[in-house]
């Protein structure tokens, strides 16, 4: 993994990295306005799965995918 990849999943493998980006993410920009923003959703429910994926499949290789 190269530098530049390595920082970027140490972000987002601390959780109080993803609570403060979850918080920052769920700002209202427009008190009251502001719709659902569905690919915000996808976004989070795809990088959910691809990790929940990695993770099962470290465990059943005993390898690390994402190291």
């Known amino acids: 993994m190269s530098d530049s990849e390595r920082v ?9 990295y993803v609570a403060k980006l979850i918080d920052f993410l769920t700002l209202e920009e427009n008190k009251g306005k502001d719709q ?6 996808i976004l989070f429910k795809v990088c959910s799965i691809a990790q929940t994926l990695c993770d099962i499949a470290e465990t059943k290789a005993g390898i690390t995918l994402l190291a």
């Open 8 to 16: 970027i999943y140490d972000a987002f493998s601390s959780p109080e």
């Open 36 to 41: 659902f923003n569905h690919m915000r959703m």
